[in-house]
């Protein structure tokens, strides 16, 4: 069964340093999200993106941070600057067509910010 | 302000036994509206995904109804296994430019004891 990658499971990083968060979603999907859960909480939505534009993006997807498709099968999420409270379980999802297709969700990026 | 509201926050039954989890919303505009199942650490599976149209739906021992009427939703796990045990998070899609933006709930986490 087609599903979505995540790269790495677990990022450990220092404060103020740059992460690259990998996703490889379903092949035939046009629509591409991250969402984060910051532990013990809910899971929020950052970005969506479709065509290779951002289509939506929430108040945390500050200018920190950034989304690119570099080539057919990659989709990643880079923090240019890592704070503390970045720390959360990164989730990569994609879904076939738009609003009312199934999201696929990977199994998670836990970036942990030191 | 675009909620969504679960209960109970968590609940233990023994297995064999069923079990129903509660949702409110309050989501516009409306699209859909989901269940997913979350094993700690990992990323959410779909259950369910109904319509405002639809409402009943179900997924081997899963049934979810909705009520678009008064914006609940519940999850009825049928004969629980120990398997069932984890976060159980009714999701709403809101109706936004053609894609899908999911507002999450906290989850109930079902533990399933032998």
């Known amino acids: 069964e087609p599903e979505v990658t995540q790269t790495p499971s677990h990022q450990v990083t220092q404060m103020g340093q740059e992460v690259i968060l990998r996703c490889v979603p379903i092949s035939n999907h046009l629509y591409f999200y991250w969402y984060r859960q910051i532990l013990g909480q809910k899971v929020e939505f950052l970005v969506s993106?479709?065509?290779?534009?951002?289509?939506?993006k929430s108040e945390i997807f500050d200018d920190q941070f950034s989304v690119e498709r570099p080539d057919g099968s990659n989709f990643t999420l880079k923090i240019r600057s890592t704070k503390l409270e970045d720390s959360a379980m990164y989730f990569c999802a994609s879904s076939e067509h738009g609003q009312g297709s199934e999201a696929f969700f990977g199994q998670g990026t836990r970036l942990t910010v030191v | 302000k675009n909620q969504v509201e679960q209960s109970p926050q968590s609940l233990i039954i023994l297995e064999g036994k069923n079990c129903t989890l509660q949702?409110?919303?309050?989501?516009?505009?409306?699209?859909?509206l989901r269940w997913y199942k979350q094993d700690t650490g990992r990323g959410p599976v779909s259950l369910t995904i109904?319509?405002?149209?639809?409402n009943t739906k179900s997924n081997g021992r899963y049934t979810a109804t909705l009520d678009a009427d008064t914006k609940q939703s519940s999850l009825h796990i049928t004969a629980s296994q120990l398997s069932d045990s984890a976060s159980y998070i009714c999701v709403v899609t809101l109706l936004s430019g053609g894609y899908n933006k999911l507002i999450f709930g906290a989850g109930t986490r079902l533990a399933v004891h032998p």
């Open positions: 949702c409110n919303y309050t989501v516009s505009p409306f699209s859909n």
């Open positions: 109904m319509t405002f149209s639809e």
């Open positions: 993106f479709y065509n290779n534009e951002i289509s939506e």
